[in-house]
């Protein structure tokens, strides 16, 4: 067995080092298009310190790392790298405390994004960050990318809810940055450094997040439109208004084709769709939920909505919400892969996103469908394509950062919530500026000289 691999196994134990055929579920993310490399080994700590131990194994062999969550990613950024160590967080599970006269959960980076959410029901508080993969997504992912999800309208990001973190940095030396507390300036902020930063800077163990009370039980209503600019100056209204909804999401008729094909073949459950133009899903959770609704639902119908359909009781708001949920897997169908953006523009912008996509489209000959968080101006074009066709496969990538480039002309930004990963690497320079990104850069190796921490990623 080659030392490393000794050394790795006696650190963590042979059930915790997985070579050859045993790599293969853990080589890649969700994103179609992106490279994936033949690792040397997956290692499966199962605490901070073991973490610190294959950190330094790893440092002292000079071989490359790439920290894992649940692989949910959707930027090819935990995708294996040649020759590289992936060190998989999956072992790392545990709730380590609930405190609620803090309000704040302390966890392991493992630990699944619903089960903290759940923990914090149980403790009749909330964790309010819910990426569309909260299922199977981890703690320690969602702040690697800084993860979004449907109620960021009202509570804001991932970034918004850690408090302290406990991290290993590249030569395996374990630290602890930022505060338990509501406030906190000493220092310089590291946890706003290492949230979002891919695993390029450290890899975080712990975290220590706030919650909140819990919220009113939310209601919804879905509404049709006979046209996307009829949605979105319904939208406008929406954010503007002192009702302002805890979730506004948007589905253009591509995607509404696409779910209803979905659920027509019988491949997700749910009702049929109605044909329509675009369609908005809007929710409060707000004392006054219900009420909120009914004020929602006279302003989409003041905006020209053709069907309006409200729900009170929390299965009929969840099954409202379900079909956006049905979003990447339907769009996924259409052609086999697809390359999904997470641009964000000002909100003031997303006309012109969605008459450029629909320009874009036509003048490269691809359909190009849009959906997703329409009250944060965070959307996300989706490229259906033919993975097995040469030519489909460059008429996509090139539409994919067509979109990207319109998105910053726009004033907008490449990634919402994704991540930049491998998939949009080619975006990066042209987003940051050369100062900026080489100011990044510099960053990058203050904490990680050598450059063994994901490399090839972010920047
Ligand atoms: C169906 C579907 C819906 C989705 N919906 C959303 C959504 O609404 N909002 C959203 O933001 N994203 C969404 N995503 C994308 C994805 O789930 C998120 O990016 C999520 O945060 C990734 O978590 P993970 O644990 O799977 O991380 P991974 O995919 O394993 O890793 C993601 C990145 O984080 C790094 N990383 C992982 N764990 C650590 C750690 N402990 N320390 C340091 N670095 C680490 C990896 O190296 C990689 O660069 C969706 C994905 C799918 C498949």
Redesign the pocket.
Known sequence: MPQPLTDLVAAVGADAVLTGDATLPYRR??ADGTPVGDPLAVALPSSTEEVAAVVRICAEHALTM??????????G??NAIDGAVLIC?ERMRRVLELDAVDQVARVE??VLTIDLARAATDAGLFYPPD???WE???I??????N????RCLKYGVTRDFVRELT?VLADGEIVRVGHRTVKGVAGLDLVGLLVG???TL????EATVALLPAPAPSAGLSAAFPSAAAALAAADALVADARRPSVLEFLDAGCIAAIDALIARGDAPGPRLPVAEALLLVQSDAADAVGDVRHYAAIAAAHGATLVETADDPERVDALMDVR?LL??ALRAIRGASLNE?VSVPRSQLPALLEGIAALGEELGITIVTGGHLGDGNLHPTVAYDADDPADVARATRAYLAVIELALRLGGTASG???I?SLKLPAIGAELGPRVHEAQRAIKRALDPRGLL?PG?KY
Do not use: F
């Not at 790439?66 to 930027?75: D, E, I, N, T």
């Not at 993860?147 to 449907?150: D, F, H, L, R, S």
């Open positions: 993310d969700h790439v920290p894992q969550g649940a692989r949910s990613g959707l930027a950024g935990a967080l980076a493992g990426p569309g993969s199977i997504s981890t320690g992912g969602n702040i690697a990318t993860a979004g999800g449907m991290a930063s891919e695993g450290g890899i975080v163990t949920r990447h897997p997470d919530e994704h991540g990963g994901n990623r």
